[in-house]
């Protein structure tokens, strides 16, 4: 089966410029993650969606951060103005419904250069 | 915290060599479950321990979870220069996504 899709895989701004991400998860896969990794860390979760509706944004810095999931298929995350800190990499990943083993499936993930 | 700290930071062995990494945490869990990231790719799940269960092997790797001691290791025996990766260990606490350590940055030296 085909893995998660993420485009694009490196992005280099300016800050203040903004910058979309998209995800398309395996087919099936009803719960969907954005993650950030900064350089030297572990993920950190941004947003997770159950179909089109959001479960978890408690971490998802609102004032600069979107993200958005239509017909409960392809993500799109959003940062807008871009901030120095902001440089990492944006994961995407994706779940099994029901999964009796809660195993996350992670795409390729999406380098953000903010210069 | 609900998230892993993984010991040690870096590791480097030679090949066939055996590696231990460790995890500590300190909430409740469902299950544990360790990553592995090759440089510049995403995570890929290497093993699933949960919260009732003591050891679990998958080929050459060996996990262990003390629950009372909140703590969980790794073990990858007879080590290869493919190995050479990032590992991380992933808190289910039931109550929000998995939380991810700060991980073991693993070196194989042919």
């Known amino acids: 089966e085909a893995g998660v899709a993420q485009s694009p895989r490196y992005k280099i701004i300016e800050k203040r410029q903004s910058v979309a991400f998209w995800c398309n998860p395996i087919s099936g896969h009803a719960t969907l993650y954005w993650y950030q990794q900064i350089l030297g860390q572990g993920p950190k979760l941004l947003i997770q969606f159950q179909n089109n509706g959001v479960v978890d944004d408690s971490q998802l810095p609102k004032d600069r951060f979107s993200a958005e999931r239509l017909k409960g298929v392809d993500s799109t995350l959003k940062i807008q103005p871009a901030k120095l800190e902001d440089s990492a990499v944006y994961l995407c990943?994706?779940?099994?419904?029901?999964?009796?083993?809660?195993?996350?499936?992670f795409g390729e993930g999406s380098r953000l250069t903010v210069l | 915290s609900q998230q892993g700290e993984e010991d040690p930071q870096a590791l480097s062995i030679q090949e066939g060599e055996n590696a231990t990494m460790n995890c500590s945490y300190k909430?409740?869990?469902?299950?544990l479950q360790w990553y592995r990231q090759n440089s510049g790719r995403g995570l890929v799940h290497l093993i699933l321990i949960r919260s009732n269960e003591r050891e679990k092997h998958s080929g050459r790797l060996r996990v262990t979870l003390d629950t009372s001691k909140k703590s969980s290791s790794l073990l990858i025996t007879a080590s290869r220069a493919a190995d050479t990766a990032s590992y991380f260990c992933?808190?289910?606490?039931?109550?929000?996504?998995?939380?991810f350590g700060s991980g073991t940055r693993l070196q194989v030296q042919p």
């Open positions: 990943a994706s779940s099994a419904p029901r999964s009796n083993t809660g195993e996350l499936f």
């Open positions: 909430t409740s869990i469902n299950n």
């Open positions: 992933a808190l289910d606490t039931g109550r929000r996504a998995l939380t």
